[in-house]
C-alpha cells in the first residue's frame, strides 16, 4: 500500500483539452480523494501555463485497458491490407493541406 | 538604534500613496513565503503543489507592489524585500505567524484571501490607472485562492472530530488578528477620500459576510467574540515571528550582497 492509498486517496487519471475544437488528451494522473478535489489539483498540476480550457477527471479505476500481453491480436499493423489505407485517391488540388 | 533611524528615513521618503502601497506588498510577500515554508511538509506532494501555486500568485502580487511602492524614492523591489529590518515592514500581523497545523494555514488563507478579495476589487476602480490595472489582474488569482481555502474550510470544519477540533483550535487564535486588516489611520483614510484605495469600514461589511457565512456552512460556529485586537504591523510594530522570517528569507542576500544568477 502506497502512503496514498493508506489516506483513502484515489488515483485519478487527468484529460485536458487544450483549446476549443480539440479533444481532451490524456496528461497524466494524481491522487485525490473525490472529483472536486481531484479538479482542483488537476488544475493546479497540468494548466498553470495557458495548456487547457477544459478538464476532465476520471478515476483510474473506471478505465477499461487493453492487455499488454495481447499485443500481437490487438495491434500487429495490417501494411498487408492496403485496402484500409486510402491511399487510392487522388487528391483535388484545394485540399493538399490535408 | 540603526533600524528606528532607517525607519523614519524610509518613512520620510515615501510619499503616501507609496507607503500605503508598501503595506500591501509586504503582506503579501510575508504571506506567501509562509506558504512557501509547506513546502516538502505538505500532506501530499498535489497538495503542496496547491500551496505553492498561491505562494507564487503572492509573490508576483508582492513584486508588482513593492515595485510600485520604491519607484519614485530609488528603491527597487529586491532592496526593499532584503535590506529592510522587520521594524521597517509594514505587513500585517495575521500573515507573519507560524504555519501552525494545516488548519491554521487554512483559515488564515481564508481570510486573507477573503480581505485581498474585497480590497483589489474596490482597488480595481482606484483613480491610479495603474494600481486599478494591477488590482484587476489579481482579483482572478485571489478569487482561486479564497475558493480554495473555502472548500478546505468546509471540509476542515465539516470533517472528521479530530480536524474539526484543529479548525476550531485555529479560529481562537486567529480571528482576533483579522481586526487589524480594517485598521485605518489617517494615512488610509486621506487617500480613501481621494477615491486612491479602498476605505477599510466600508470593505469590511462584506468580508464579514463572506467569512462568517463560510464559517457557519461549516459547522464551525460564529466568529469568537473577545477584546483583545492586536494590530501595530502598519506601523512596524510586529510579532517576534517576523524576525525569524526574515532572518531565512534575507539570509542569501545578506551573506552576498548583490549576487545575482
Known sequence: MTASEQQGLDLWEVFVR???????????????????????RARDLYTRRGEGVSIWVVPAGAVSASDPGEKEPYFTPARDKDYRYPTYYELPREVRGL | ???????????????????????????????????????????????????????????GQARFLLGYAGRSSGLTEDELAYQRTD????????VELPNGDFAHTILRLLFF????????????????????????????????????????????????????????????????????LFAGDDLVTALAAEGLVPDPERIQGSWMEQVTSILAEATLGTAPSGTWRPGGGRNGVHTEALSYLLAEMQSVHRAHPGASW
Open chain 1, 18 to 40: 487544450a483549446r476549443r475544437g480539440l479533444s481532451h488528451q490524456h496528461v497524466g494522473s494524481l491522487h485525490a480523494p473525490d472529483a472536486e478535489v481531484a479538479l482542483r
Open chain 2, 1 to 59: 538604534m540603526s533600524s528606528v533611524r532607517a525607519l523614519t528615513a524610509l518613512a520620510r521618503t515615501l510619499k503616501p500613496l507609496d507607503a500605503y502601497v508598501l503595506g500591501l506588498g509586504d503582506d503579501a510577500l510575508v504571506s506567501s513565503h509562509r506558504l512557501s515554508e509547506w513546502l516538502t511538509r505538505a500532506p501530499d506532494l498535489e497538495e503542496e503543489v496547491a500551496l505553492a501555486n498561491v505562494a507564487l500568485d503572492q509573490l
Open chain 2, 87 to 94: 521594524r521597517e515592514y509594514r505587513n500585517c500581523l495575521l
Open chain 2, 113 to 180: 484571501s477573503a480581505y485581498q478579495r474585497q480590497l483589489y476589487t474596490t482597488l480595481s476602480e482606484s483613480t491610479d490607472g495603474e494600481l486599478a490595472g494591477f488590482a484587476k489582474k489579481a482579483c482572478v488569482e485571489v478569487d482561486y485562492h479564497y475558493e480554495y481555502a473555502a472548500s478546505w474550510t468546509l471540509r476542515l470544519g465539516d470533517g472528521t472530530e479530530e480536524s474539526h477540533d484543529r479548525a476550531v483550535a485555529a479560529l481562537a487564535e486567529l480571528w482576533p488578528y483579522t481586526a487589524e
